[in-house]
């Protein structure tokens, strides 16, 4: 029998959905779905369509799904995050103190600007990328020097002009790769670049949250294997591990920056026991992200196509989402989605305002926001 893509997200999604009750031993899952007592709505009305957290719709493997649900009857201990360091770093080919995991990669973003909090120092970044960690650094006193990434109709990070930003008093350097919300990418050439061109008192940080969505392709964990002491690279489970709502992610580094990182956070209750479990499943089940790139692939060609067949400029890169640009329309068809119960995030949030940002969905989703959108433009 012939099973559509749709077919065969809609029974996966159902069997990842249906996956705790049938562990649980009960032999009639529909019965045991409509005895549950809790609401998981998170505050979305029925029917909402979500697409504005980058989230993986296909769910997590089934190995991370069963690894979570071993490790649950043990909540009432702390899983002691260290101990699974020496796993994230066998499967990074890492020494395990280069490796310091984290209440998502956001725990380890939000705790280095406080590493570096002197006085009239700065952080230089792209203006049009996620802003969590330059948030800290400005409320800590340290001021951010944003460097505009637009460029002929897309976004593309002007690394001279960057570099061009730094001084005596520049602390950090960020750099988002893949980017959020552009999906920009840099080449490993070009981050060895900034790596060298960088003052090595500068502490360069590679966010690379989306970075397996990339295939095969060299990252910065590949500079640290090369030597480079002054850069931190930050990934995590949350993207095409489908681990979010597990928050668990990790920073690699010289052990000196992961130690000024630990004194202030990233300590041992910072993963918890069902990302813990979680987690050594998604190791055990590498292929899975594979199929998650697979997917996105595809569901970045339907968007482009569509978006092409409405006229309307669309960027993307490897990662889960789309910008779209709608140019001062972008309100009104935010609020008009919204209407819908289609959940998108407007450009404001990383000074794009002319865009929205649409995360991928499953395919009926995707169908569901470009009937809605058509009907909008």
Not at 19 to 27: E, K, N, Q, V
Request: charged residues 20%.
């Amino acid at each position: 029998m012939n099973v559509s893509r749709r077919q065969f997200l809609g029974r996966s999604a159902a069997a990842a959905a249906l996956a705790p009750f049938a562990l649980a031993g009960t032999s009639d899952p529909c019965e045991a779905a409509a005895h549950a007592e809790f609401d998981l709505s998170m505050g979305f009305p029925d029917g909402a369509i979500r697409l504005n957290y980058n989230e993986n719709v296909l769910g997590p493997s089934p190995k991370a799904i069963e690894g979570a649900l071993a490790a649950v009857p043990g909540s009432s201990r702390y899983a002691l995050s260290h101990t699974l360091a020496p796993h994230v770093a066998d499967y990074l080919g890492l020494d395990v103190d280069w490796v310091l995991m984290g209440t998502g990669s956001t725990e380890l973003l939000r705790i280095a600007p406080i590493t570096r909090a002197h006085s009239g120092g700065n952080v230089v970044a792209a203006r049009e990328t996620w802003g969590g960690m330059l948030a800290v650094a400005e409320n800590i006193g340290l001021s951010v020097r944003r460097v505009d990434m637009r460029d002929n109709g897309g976004f593309s990070y002007n690394v001279d002009r960057m570099l061009a930003a730094v001084d005596s008093a520049t602390q950090i350097f960020l750099i988002v790769t893949p980017n959020n919300p552009t999906g920009t990418t840099l080449t490993y050439e070009q981050i060895k670049s900034i790596a060298d061109a960088l003052p090595k008192d500068v502490l360069f940080v590679l966010d690379q949250a989306y970075v397996d969505y990339q295939a095969d392709a060299p990252t910065g964990i590949d500079l640290l294997k090369e030597g480079y002491k002054n850069v931190l690279v930050t990934q995590t489970f949350s993207k095409a591990h489908a681990l979010a709502g597990l928050r668990c992610g990790y920073g690699a580094a010289h052990p000196d920056i992961l130690k000024a990182i630990a004194g202030l956070g990233c300590g041992p209750a910072s993963v918890n026991m069902a990302a813990y479990g979680a987690v050594l499943g998604a190791l055990s089940d590498l292929e899975h992200a594979g199929r998650s790139r697979e997917y996105v692939q595809e569901c970045r060609k339907y968007l482009k196509r569509e978006c092409d067949r409405l006229g309307l400029n669309s960027v993307a890169g490897p990662s889960p989402f789309v910008l779209i640009e709608l140019g001062d329309r972008s309100d009104a068809i935010h609020q008009a989605l919204l209407e819908r119960k289609i959940f998108v995030t407007h450009g404001s949030t990383w000074q794009v305002p002319d865009y929205l940002r649409v995360s991928y969905g499953l395919e009926s989703e995707n169908e569901a926001f470009i009937a809605a959108l058509r009907s909008l433009v």
